[in-house]
């Protein structure tokens, strides 16, 4: 069979995934490497580490095929959104990736929002203005040094580092990852003047901006050489992973919305034209010229459940346990948790374990039990957690009906989707059906689809809603909907009531141990 390798680089591993036109994927390869926290705030990936790995992933899938007898016609490359690196002129890294999860530039993000620019650049680049976000990572950076900022030949992210390692020449980016910076007007199709002039960095710092689909030269010859594909392997640019969500899992036409639940999360609409919410509560990224992507992600997801399993269930002096004895822990606490009524029996949670983003976007959050009482065991805690998550989807999907995007159905992706309590909680907050994706590879699945369209081989994206395989509907639960909904109000309200005392115990030093 021919094949298009889906390259993924995302913020803890690299995942490639091949398919062919039926949409199935055949086979995957995964190469981990560690988020690093160095100090507080921050949350790094070592560049050289993510080049590697996406080369070592391409390797070990390219060779698995060869061994089928497939023909590896073509790569897509995705990348995780918001990073931001120093690199030369040749496209070599200069320092760290700083991930959308550092967290320095909260205090200057704020700043932005106090002197009145915010609104105008959310509603310009589509992106909010947030610590994730590169034009808040450079603007606080030109505030620390100002002249590093201007002095590095090169800023990029994920994919312009990607692509210099596999290919090499000039700096390019893709329209999507582009639009996730801050630092693109969506509508002109360029770099927006204001934006460059508050990060402090010219266009010739940047990359050029191309189309999804556009085909890059070739392969490096040492590349080639390490993967044994042909140096003009075509290579297409791609998109940004939450964008290849959406196609991965057949939620591209109007209507179908794709939830993302793993360690985050997000909920994501694909509408024909840039469209961004007054309320500035959504995103909207591109995906082509004729599909664009608006949604909200949440910082929180099944990271939840794996701190309540570490904080609730694992002994001190105890090591943590990795692998599939977590998941198995995990498992077990939900297990638990679902003997729970919806509800959690009075108990809230603002899960915002991690901080948060959509609906809120501000920096500072931190996460609060409310309403605890002394009857309150482990599997309400687990509920409540996994139910506030649910809800800040749910307030993402609100935003939805205020931006006249109806959401009919749901498509949803993530390691958590395995569990039958999160896809039940989920489809009641949501008041949605949910159908899980037969693959759990939304997003590289989503990189393989692009490929064959941008290769012709797909001659219509939105044909990717009737070739991907989804499970049969779960639908929500009458009485929880109403527990949901009757509750999500107290969400809005304990959220803007805490949001000065959070932020007051975000700025809070770390003490000593």
Same mark, same amino acid.
């Given at each position: 069979?021919?094949?298009?390798?889906?390259?993924?680089?995302?913020?803890?591993?690299?995942?490639?995934?091949?398919?062919?036109?039926?949409?199935?994927?055949?086979?995957?390869?995964?190469?981990?490497?560690?988020?690093?926290?160095?100090?507080?705030?921050?949350?790094?990936?070592?560049?050289?580490?993510?080049?590697?790995?996406?080369?070592?992933?391409?390797?070990?899938?390219?060779?698995? /095929?060869?061994?089928?007898?497939?023909?590896?016609?073509?790569?897509?490359?995705?990348?995780?959104?918001?990073?931001?690196?120093?690199?030369?002129?040749?496209?070599?890294?200069?320092?760290?990736?700083?991930?959308?999860?550092?967290?320095?530039?909260?205090?200057?993000?704020?700043?932005?929002?106090?002197?009145?620019?915010?609104?105008?650049?959310?509603?310009?680049?589509?992106?909010?203005?947030?610590?994730?976000?590169?034009?808040?990572?450079?603007?606080?950076?030109?505030?620390?040094?100002?002249?590093?900022?201007?002095?590095?030949?090169?800023?990029?992210?994920?994919?312009?580092?990607?692509?210099?390692?596999?290919?090499?020449?000039?700096?390019?980016?893709?329209?999507?990852?582009?639009?996730?910076?801050?630092?693109?007007?969506?509508?002109?199709?360029?770099?927006?003047?204001?934006?460059?002039?508050?990060?402090?960095?010219?266009?010739?710092? =940047?990359?050029?901006?191309?189309?999804?689909?556009?085909?890059?030269?070739?392969?490096?010859?040492?590349?080639?050489?390490?993967?044994?594909?042909?140096?003009?392997?075509?290579?297409?640019?791609? /998109?940004?992973?939450?964008?290849?969500?959406?196609?991965?899992?057949?939620?591209?036409?109007?209507?179908?919305?794709?939830?993302?639940?793993?360690?985050?999360? /997000?909920?994501?609409?694909?509408?024909?034209?840039?469209?961004?919410?007054?309320?500035?509560?959504?995103?909207?990224?591109?995906?082509?010229?004729?599909?664009?992507?608006?949604?909200?992600?949440?910082?929180?997801?099944?990271?939840?459940?794996?701190?309540?399993?570490?904080?609730?269930?694992?002994?001190?002096?105890?090591?943590?346990?990795?692998?599939?004895?977590?998941?198995?822990?995990? /498992?077990?606490?939900?297990?638990?948790?679902?003997?729970?009524?919806?509800?959690?029996?009075?108990?809230?949670?603002?899960?915002? =374990?991690?901080?948060?983003?959509?609906?809120?976007?501000?920096?500072?959050?931190?996460?609060?039990?409310?309403?605890?009482?002394?009857?309150?065991?482990?599997?309400?805690?687990?509920?409540?957690?996994?139910?506030?998550?649910?809800?800040?989807?749910?307030?993402?999907?609100?935003?939805?009906?205020?931006?006249?995007?109806?959401?009919?159905?749901?498509?949803?992706?993530?390691?958590?989707?395995?569990?039958?309590?999160?896809?039940?909680?989920?489809?009641?907050?949501?008041?949605?059906?949910?159908?899980?994706?037969?693959?759990?590879?939304?997003?590289?699945?989503?990189?393989?689809? =692009?490929?064959?369209?941008?290769?012709?081989?797909?001659?219509?994206?939105?044909?990717?809603?009737?070739?991907?395989?989804?499970?049969?509907?779960?639908?929500?639960?009458?009485?929880?909907?109403?527990?949901?909904?009757?509750?999500?109000?107290?969400?809005?309200?304990?959220?803007?009531?805490?949001?000065?005392?959070?932020?007051?115990?975000?700025?809070?030093?770390?003490?000593?141990?």
């Amino acid at each position: 069979m021919d094949v298009v390798v889906g390259l993924d680089s995302g913020t803890t591993a690299t995942k490639a995934v091949t398919a062919g036109v039926d949409a199935r994927v055949r086979d995957l390869a995964s190469v981990g490497y560690p988020l690093l926290v160095p100090g507080p705030g921050r949350a790094e990936l070592h560049s050289g580490r993510l080049t590697q790995a996406a080369i070592e992933a391409l390797t070990a899938i390219a060779g698995r /095929a060869r061994q089928r007898g497939d023909r590896v016609v073509g790569i897509t490359l995705s990348a995780a959104m918001h990073g931001l690196v120093p690199m030369d002129d040749d496209g070599a890294p200069l320092g760290p990736v700083v991930t959308w999860a550092d967290a320095r530039a909260a205090g200057w993000a704020r700043a932005l929002h106090a002197d009145g620019r915010a609104p105008a650049l959310h509603a310009r680049t589509g992106t909010p203005v947030h610590a994730m976000s590169p034009l808040v990572k450079l603007s606080w950076e030109r505030a620390q040094d100002g002249g590093r900022v201007g002095a590095t030949p090169r800023w990029g992210g994920v994919k312009e580092l990607v692509v210099a390692a596999l290919c090499g020449g000039p700096q390019v980016v893709d329209r999507s990852c582009a639009s996730t910076t801050g630092m693109y007007d969506i509508r002109a199709g360029r770099w927006d003047d204001e934006a460059l002039d508050i990060a402090g960095v010219r266009v010739d710092q =940047l990359g050029e901006v191309l189309p999804t689909t556009a085909v890059l030269p070739a392969l490096r010859a040492d590349v080639a050489a390490a993967t044994g594909l042909p140096a003009d392997t075509p290579v297409v640019v791609g /998109a940004s992973d939450g964008v290849l969500a959406n196609l991965g899992v057949g939620a591209v036409r109007p209507e179908v919305a794709a939830v993302s639940l793993g360690t985050s999360g /997000a909920m994501r609409v694909v509408v024909p034209t840039p469209r961004v919410d007054p309320g500035r509560r959504l995103f909207c990224y591109a995906l082509t010229d004729e599909h664009w992507v608006v949604g909200g992600a949440v910082n929180n997801g099944g990271s939840v459940v794996r701190w309540a399993s570490l904080a609730l269930a694992v002994e001190p002096g105890e090591p943590e346990p990795q692998g599939e004895a977590a998941d198995e822990l995990d /498992a077990r606490l939900l297990e638990e948790a679902a003997s729970v009524p919806p509800g959690s029996a009075g108990l809230l949670c603002l899960p915002y =374990l991690l901080g948060e983003r959509a609906p809120w976007w501000r920096s500072g959050l931190r996460g609060a039990y409310l309403g605890l009482r002394r009857e309150h065991r482990r599997p309400h805690l687990v509920r409540a957690a996994v139910e506030g998550v649910c809800q800040q989807l749910a307030l993402v999907r609100d935003a939805f009906s205020a931006t006249d995007v109806p959401v009919r159905e749901v498509r949803a992706t993530g390691g958590a989707v395995a569990s039958s309590l999160w896809v039940r909680t989920l489809a009641a907050a949501l008041d949605l059906p949910v159908r899980v994706a037969d693959s759990p590879e939304g997003t590289g699945l989503g990189a393989c689809l =692009l490929g064959l369209h941008a290769l012709g081989a797909l001659p219509d994206l939105d044909a990717a809603t009737a070739l991907v395989t989804v499970h049969d509907p779960v639908e929500p639960d009458p009485a929880e909907v109403t527990v949901y909904r009757e509750l999500r109000p107290l969400v809005e309200r304990s959220t803007d009531a805490l949001t000065d005392v959070l932020t007051a115990l975000d700025d809070t030093p770390p003490g000593p141990g």
